[in-house]
């Protein structure tokens, strides 16, 4: 997994105990997807300090781009939220992926169309 990281917080709230948990968090979140998918993942993560809270924006580069944001007055949330955001959205991309593979698989039998 490839996981690239972009803290854009003030120097109060960049602190190491915030970026461990943040590039922790998102590697065990996102090593799920990975194990689901079986290909390598590729992520890029920005978090941002805003006037009330913190942005999250989670972006899964690939052959289909998911991105995912999410705001919350704690980064921890935020986090949380994002990756929770692009977890259902992988599900629903996954399950459309597997349905188009499976009507490929049955196209040789046509059913006549009914008027």
């Known amino acids: 997994m490839e996981l ?3 803290n854009k917080l ?5 602190t ?29 993560v920005t978090t941002e300090e805003q006037a ?3 942005a999250v924006t989670v972006a899964l580069v690939g052959d289909q781009e998911i991105v995912a944001r999410a705001f919350h007055a704690r980064l921890p949330k935020a986090v949380d939220a994002a990756v929770d955001k ?3 959205q992988f599900e629903i991309n996954n399950e459309k992926r ?15 169309a009914e008027f």
């Open 4 to 6: 690239t990281v972009v």
């Open 10 to 14: 003030s120097p109060e709230n960049r």
């Open 16 to 44: 190491d105990r915030n970026e461990a948990f943040v590039r922790k968090h998102l590697e065990v979140k996102l090593g799920k997807i990975e194990a689901r998918w079986g290909k390598p993942v590729n992520a890029r």
């Open 52 to 54: 009330v809270g913190f």
């Open 86 to 88: 692009i977890m259902r």
């Open 98 to 112: 597997e349905g188009r593979e499976r009507q490929r698989r049955y196209t040789g039998t046509k059913v006549p």
